[in-house]
């Protein structure tokens, strides 16, 4: 089964760090985007970090600065390090992977279920 598999969330104060990993496994042929997605109680959903298959970022602007993402592709895996963490970050974080898959069905778009990650001021 093709799936990600979420971890790294917490809870901790203003100004410190976690950092989140997501590794997609199952029948890959070729991963192109992964990113992180957060929604707080109340608010939308919004793309936190993505990142290509050529490395390529697209961020927040609210974690501008402060976030980076980053991508292993020999494990399928990304990696996002969240510092100076602030109250309004918190949120529940899933990460989003896109592919192919010509075992499945060609082209995939999967989610994790989604951990916590609450920042107290």
């Known amino acids: 089964q093709l799936r990600v598999v979420e971890s790294g969330g917490g809870w901790v104060q203003a100004g410190e760090s976690l950092r989140l990993s997501c590794a997609a496994s199952g029948p890959i042929d070729s991963v192109s985007d992964m990113g992180w997605y957060r929604q707080a109680p109340g608010k939308l959903r919004e793309l936190v970090a993505q990142i290509s298959s050529g490395d390529g970022t697209t961020y927040a602007n609210s974690v501008k600065g402060r976030f980076t993402i980053a991508r292993d592709n020999a494990k399928n895996t990304i990696y996002l390090q969240m510092n100076f963490l602030k109250p309004e970050d918190t949120a529940t974080y899933s990460c989003?992977?896109?592919?192919?898959?010509?075992?499945?069905?060609?082209?995939?778009?999967?989610w994790g279920h989604g951990i916590q990650v609450r920042v107290s001021s």
């Open positions: 989003n992977a896109k592919g192919f898959s010509d075992a499945v069905t060609g082209p995939f778009d999967i």
